[in-house]
């Protein structure tokens, strides 16, 4: 059974949880860091001769677009993480639409390959901007994989289904959805899809999670960042303290555990994995 092995790709700077003190108007006078980080995870990748989906943001594809082709060069999916790092349910329909569809034009000019999937910034697809996914649709976007099935302060719709199909969107069409996995006993819900949640929790627990999906005949799809590999990153002092902390907890172990983990389970992209389901 292949897992969806899948990166975020956005720089240290662009995160949601730097946002009230790192304005997007600043982020061109940030030291970037995002090239090397991206190429640390390619070259992972390759020692385990894996291919993933990487899921790009524009505004990051349009200042290094060397690296979106090497990306693609090396044999990895290319996505759309939208263009500039804004929480869908804080845009207007027609704003959403107009960065949705120059990001996947971009993206497409830069890598000469069709991009069908998507990736909302920090799973920002929630009950109240399900309408993204008509929009979605209406772009040429086939699957989609924004909805986390937990509850968060950012994010979440916890009584969406945690497995990839097909779902009905508010005006009637349908797109595929490959949630962001979490292992679910009964009424607990357990995040063990990648991020922070990799990094708070001991390996073991990630693997017994994943593996626990497995098997029940369940694929996962796990994420991740570049800088999340990236331990001497500079610091956002301005940040809150629970922010520092989702943001800087065992950066320094992250590798090692991706190693673990690449050892562990088998992965291939989002297109292969949902076109070997019969979903695409």
């Keep these: 059974m292949k897992n969806v092995f899948t990166i975020d790709v956005e720089d240290y700077y662009q995160v949601e949880a730097f946002a009230r003190v790192v304005a997007k108007s600043s982020w061109g006078s940030y030291v970037s860091r995002v090239e ?28 290094h677009p060397e690296l979106i082709r090497e990306i693609a060069n090396r044999g990895h999916e290319i996505a759309s ?36 999937g998507y990736r909302a910034a920090t799973y920002s697809i929630t009950r109240k901007s399900l309408w993204a996914l008509d929009i979605l649709c209406e772009e040429g976007f086939q699957y989609d994989s924004s909805i986390f099935p937990m509850r968060h302060d950012r994010y979440g719709i916890p009584d969406a289904n945690p497995l990839p199909g097909l779902v009905k969107t508010p005006e009637g069409r349908q ?5 962001i996995s979490v292992f679910q006993y009964k009424k607990l819900k357990l995040p063990v899809a990648g ?43 301005q940040a809150s303290i629970t922010s520092r902390f989702r943001h800087y907890l065992n950066l320094s172990r992250c590798q090692t555990r991706l190693e673990q983990l690449l050892g562990d389970f088998k992965f291939g992209t989002m297109q292969e994995v ?3 389901k019969g979903l695409l």
Excluded at 88 to 104: G, I, L, M, N, P
Excluded at 175 to 179: D, K
Excluded at 219 to 228: A, D, I, K, N
Aim: charged residues 25%; contains cysteine; hydrophobic residues 40%.
């Design 36 to 63: 090397n980080n991206t190429r640390i995870l390619l070259d992972l990748l390759d020692r385990h001769t894996v291919k993933g989906t990487f899921f790009i943001l524009g505004w990051v594809a349009s200042r």
């Design 81 to 116: 993480h939208g263009m500039s790092h804004t929480l869908v349910y804080s845009q207007s329909r027609e704003v959403f639409r107009s960065e949705t569809r120059d990001s996947k034009a971009l993206l497409e000019d830069i890598c000469q390959q069709k991009v069908i």
């Design 175 to 179: 797109i595929v959805e490959f949630p």
């Design 195 to 237: 991020g922070g949640y990799f990094r708070l929790f001991p390996y073991p627990m990630t693997k017994w999670g994943l593996a626990r999906i497995n098997r029940a005949g369940n694929e996962f799809v796990f994420y991740l960042h570049p800088w999340e590999v990236d331990p001497d990153q500079p610091r956002i002092a």
């Design 274 to 276: 949902l076109t070997a």
